[in-house]
């Protein structure tokens, strides 16, 4: 069983960057494909990026194409989520999940396991 935890959310102004880190424990990392979802006060959780077990491939959301990037190193046991040109419509909690396949997902369903969240809010 892997453990995760998010870390590196905050309060940014519109147009900013910031770097979400997940840091993994308890398990294999590279034995799973790993996702990065964003809830918003009253929404569902929505899809953000994925990427294979090997970093090979990756996958985003329309929304975040072009802006955001998900990385992963398997010797930090760790999953990034670079985000650039920050919106305030990208304001919510994100959240790293990970999912015991090689390939990722774009369905929450399909993830076995969840870190807490990290707050992120873009000012405007």
């Known amino acids: 069983q892997v453990q995760l935890v998010e870390s590196g959310g905050g309060l940014v102004q519109a147009g900013g960057s910031l770097r979400l880190s997940c840091a993994a424990s308890?398990?294999?990392?590279?034995?799973?494909?790993m996702g990065w979802f964003r809830q918003a006060p009253g929404k569902e959780r929505d899809f953000v990026a994925t990427?294979?077990?090997?970093?090979?491939?990756?996958s985003y959301s329309d929304s975040v194409k072009g802006r955001f990037t998900i990385s992963r190193d398997n010797v930090k046991n760790t999953l990034y989520l670079q985000m650039n040109s920050l919106k305030p419509e990208d304001t919510a909690v994100y959240y790293c999940?990970?999912?015991?396949?090689?390939?990722?997902?774009?369905?929450?369903?399909?993830?076995?396991?969840w870190g807490q969240g990290t707050q992120v809010t873009v000012s405007s």
């Open positions: 308890g398990g294999t990392f590279n034995r799973y494909a």
């Open positions: 999940a990970a999912r015991t396949d090689y390939i990722g997902s774009s369905s929450p369903r399909h993830y076995d396991y």
């Open positions: 990427i294979t077990w090997n970093g090979a491939a990756t």
